[in-house]
């Protein structure tokens, strides 16, 4: 079971910053990775802007979406510019979070984000169908 994580910041790499915090965190070294985007002929790459995150199953699904929320809600109110953050599960709901309206969470808020955030990706259907 895996989520992705987009990070929409017009020119910038916010991702591979994300991305960074995430394969630092415990617990997750092995976990996150970066979808490179396709290249089309005759075109520029594009700049990568998604990441994966293998939840695995059961309890270490748990321990990783935990560790993942953590991250991604601190990582969030350390940024000063405008970034979005979309979480996709593999039936295709997401949940976004943007800043810099996250460093303006009280603790209580910081923690509801967490919560909610865990909870969406533990919920997260398995992708083998």
């Known amino acids: ?19 960074q915090w995430l394969t630092d965190a415990d617990g997750l070294r092995g976990h996150a990775g970066l979808i490179e985007p396709e290249l089309e002929r005759d075109k520029l790459g594009g700049l990568a802007d998604t990441l994966t995150i293998a939840l695995g199953a059961g309890g270490t699904a748990t321990v990783v979406a935990r560790a993942t929320a953590d991250v991604l809600i601190e990582w969030l109110r350390h940024r000063v510019n405008a970034v979005t953050v979309t979480i996709r599960r593999p039936d295709g709901s997401e ?35």
């Open 1 to 19: 079971m895996s989520v992705l994580i987009r990070v929409e910041r017009q020119g910038s790499d916010d991702v591979r910053s994300l991305l």
């Open 95 to 129: 949940m976004e979070f943007q800043a810099p309206a996250a460093q303006a969470w009280t603790p209580a808020e910081v923690d509801t984000a967490v919560n909610e955030l865990t909870r969406f990706m533990e919920d997260s259907p398995d992708d083998d169908g």
